[in-house]
Every structure is written in structure tokens, then in C-alpha cells.
Nanobody, 126 residues
């Protein structure tokens, strides 16, 4: 049984911070590309960050560079997303996902990822 479970979302004022976590069971995240995606109401799912398996290379969407930071905690088999200086446009359901294989040209494509968590809601509002 493979499960990915996101946590850490909530209601935050603009300028606030959150730390999202993706915890895995039945699989070791160290060996896979892990992506974070978000989906706002009425919009398509978009990739915000991902981290590679072999070298730890990190990637960010232009809209979140300088505010988001992805990291691995190998001991706890988790991948986290630290989010600072939250903006209203960051609102959405945030998902972590695992890519089977390495598809470097498809890092931002949801269909490239084989396992998904249930998502955690992030709401940024004053």
C-alpha cells in the first residue's frame, strides 16, 4: 500500500507563512522526483515546485521563486514545502505527487506523476 498524505494547510493572512508536509508510507520518497502542485477554484492544476531524486536539484515556478522552499527529510520519509510571504493568489488545494521514472521535460505536467495525496487547503485572506 502506497500513501501520500499532505498536512500543514490552513487559513493565513497575507504575508504569513506555512510549512506543508508530504508524508509517505509504503514507498521511500528519496528515490523519486517529488512535485508540489496547487489548484485554485476555477483554474487548472499547476506545478509550484519539485525536487529531483539523484542530485536534489530544486525547481520553482516563477510565481513562487524567493518565497517557497522545497526540502527532503530522509529520516522521516517526508518532503516539505516552506511557504513565506503568502499572497491571496497562493490560495488553493496543495498536493504532493510522486513521479515514476525521470521525465525531466515533464516536471510541471500532472500526468507525469503516478501517486498523489489527498491535498491540503491553503487559504490566504485578510
Amino acid at each position: 500500500q502506497v500513501q501520500l498524505v499532505e498536512s500543514g494547510g490552513g487559513l493565513v493572512q497575507p504575508g504569513g507563512s506555512l510549512r506543508l508536509s508530504c508524508a509517505a508510507s509504503g514507498i521511500t520518497l528519496n528515490y523519486y522526483v517529488i512535485g508540489w502542485f496547487r489548484q485554485a477554484p476555477g483554474k487548472e492544476r499547476e506545478g509550484v515546485s519539485c525536487i529531483s531524486a539523484h542530485d536534489g536539484m530544486k525547481y520553482y515556478a516563477d510565481s513562487v521563486k524567493g518565497r517557497f522552499a522545497i526540502s527532503r527529510d530522509k529520516a522521516n520519509n517526508t518532503v516539505s514545502l516552506q511557504i513565506d510571504n503568502l499572497k491571496p493568489e497562493d490560495t488553493g488545494v496543495y498536493y504532493c505527487a510522486l513521479m515514476r521514472g525521470v521525465l525531466l521535460l515533464r516536471l510541471w505536467v500532472p500526468d507525469a506523476y503516478g501517486y498523489w495525496g489527498q491535498g491540503t487547503q491553503v487559504t490566504v485572506s485578510s
